[in-house]
C-alpha cells in the first residue's frame, strides 16, 4: 500500500530516494522537493517495507481521467523486485485513469515499456539527451454481451 510523503519531503530518506530520479545535481533535488513543498497538485506516495522506505512516486493529476508520474525510484538494492511496477498498480487502482503519462531518459525506457507503456521518443531536448514520452492508455472494455 503506498503512504503519503508529503508531509515526510524534509527526511533523508525521502530525499534520497528522490534523489536516484533526477538529473544527479543538488540543484535539480533542491528545485524537485520545492516544488513537492510548494505545489499541493504534485503528491508523492512511497512503499514501506518493514519499515524500510523502498521506493517513492511523484505525480499528480493533470486532467480528469489523467495521471502524470513526475519521478519514481527504488532503492538500487531493491530494484528489479517490481517494486515501481507495483506502485504504478497500486497509482492506476487509486485514481483509474483512462491515461497514465510519464517522461523519461533512455535509462528507464526498458522499465516503461515492460510495465505495458507505449514509448514515443521526443528527441533531443537538451544537448544530447534524448527524452521519451511514455504512455499507459486504460484497456477499452471488450466484454460482449
Not at 495521471?67 to 504504478?88: A, D, Q
Not at 487502482?93 to 515492460?114: C, Q, S, W
Request: some cysteine; overall charge negative; charged content about 30%.
Amino acid at each position: 500500500m503506498l503512504i503519503n510523503l508529503k508531509s515526510r519531503i524534509q527526511e533523508p530518506e525521502v530525499q534520497e530516494l528522490l534523489s536516484y530520479s533526477v538529473f544527479p545535481d543538488p540543484d535539480h533535488l533542491n528545485r524537485a522537493l520545492q516544488q513537492y513543498v510548494e505545489r499541493d497538485e504534485l503528491q508523492m506516495a512511497g512503499y514501506e517495507d518493514e519499515g524500510q522506505l523502498i521506493g517513492l512516486i511523484g505525480y499528480e493529476k493533470t486532467g480528469t481521467s489523467e495521471v502524470t508520474i513526475h519521478h519514481i525510484s527504488v532503492l538500487p538494492e531493491n530494484r528489479f523486485k517490481n517494486y515501481g511496477r507495483g506502485m504504478i498498480s497500486q497509482l492506476l487502482a487509486t485514481y483509474n485513469p483512462d491515461r497514465l503519462i510519464a517522461e523519461t531518459e533512455l535509462e528507464a525506457v526498458e522499465f516503461y515499456r515492460n510495465t505495458g507503456f507505449v514509448v514515443y521518443s521526443l528527441g533531443e531536448l537538451y544537448p544530447g539527451v534524448e527524452r521519451f514520452r511514455c504512455v499507459l492508455e486504460k484497456e477499452e472494455d471488450t466484454d460482449e454481451e
